[in-house]
T-cell receptor
Framework: GEDVEQSLFLSVREGDSSVINCTYT??????LYWYKQEPGAGLQLLTY?????DMKQDQRLTVLLNKKDKHLSLRIADTQTGDSAIYFC???????????FGKGTSLLVTP | DTGVSQDPRHKITKRGQNVTFRCDPI?????LYWYRQTLGQGPEFLTY????????KSRLLSDRFSAERPKGSFSTLEIQRTEQGDSAMYLC??????????FGPGTRLTVT
């Protein structure tokens, strides 16, 4: 299948904003998700956006969706060291059951 | 705790042995999914159940893999005649129909 694309690494200083980008594949995808994974752990659902929205804000998290370019971004405001993790973008395939994940962006937050 | 649970968390086995993993979904979720994650990759879909019916299997699920959800609650994933290439994290997720998928902590399999 086609790949969901994400940049592999991002390093930011504590207190700055982080922006993680994703290009997805399925223009019919109804929902797009961001998950967080800490070392050795499962995936934690952070937030999601419905395809008829272009922005969603949830506390420090802002999701932007550009359907024309199939581009999704996650902005984390006031990034903390506890935000260091791998962030996965995932599209809910129009087939109606599976999530198609990117390879993840490793976020490192330095003091 | 009403999250997704998986057992065991870690499994080390010798090549050629059979292994079985268990997943207990969130109780009101009727969909259950299995994914596999290898190092440096995102999770890849293996199979999913709606209640007790297995409705889709990925081409990644070779004939050495079998999954069941006999009463529409917990699920098991069995790998027969394990190979070193089976070493991975096996993740289970559950959801309501069209709902968000919530993941368990995973079972890390190492085949020696």
């Amino acid at each position: 299948g086609e790949d969901v694309e994400q940049s592999l690494f991002l390093s930011v200083r504590e207190g700055d904003s982080s922006v993680i980008n994703c290009t997805y594949t399925d223009s019919s995808s109804t929902y797009l998700y961001w998950y967080k994974q800490e070392p050795g752990a499962g995936l934690q659902l952070l937030t999601y956006i419905f395809s008829n929205m272009d922005m969603k804000q949830d506390q420090r998290l802002t999701v932007l969706l550009n359907k024309k370019d199939k581009h999704l971004s996650l902005r984390i405001a006031d990034t903390q060291t506890g935000d260091s993790a791998i962030y996965f973008c995932a599209e809910y395939l129009s087939s109606g059951y599976a999530l198609n994940f990117g390879k993840g962006t490793s976020l490192l937050v330095t003091p | 705790d009403t999250g997704v649970s998986q057992d065991p968390r870690h499994k080390i086995t010798k090549r050629g042995q059979n292994v079985t993993f268990r997943c207990d979904p969130i109780s009101e979720h009727n969909r259950l999914y299995w994914y596999r994650q290898t190092l440096g990759q995102g999770p890849e879909f293996l199979t999913y159940f709606q209640n007790e019916a297995q409705l889709e299997k990925s081409r990644l699920l070779s004939d050495r893999f079998s999954a069941e959800r006999p009463k529409g609650s917990f699920s098991t994933l069995e790998i027969q005649r394990t190979e070193q290439g089976d070493s991975a994290m096996y993740l289970c997720a559950s959801s309501t129909i069209m709902g968000e998928q919530y993941f368990g902590p995973g079972t890390r399999l190492t085949v020696t």
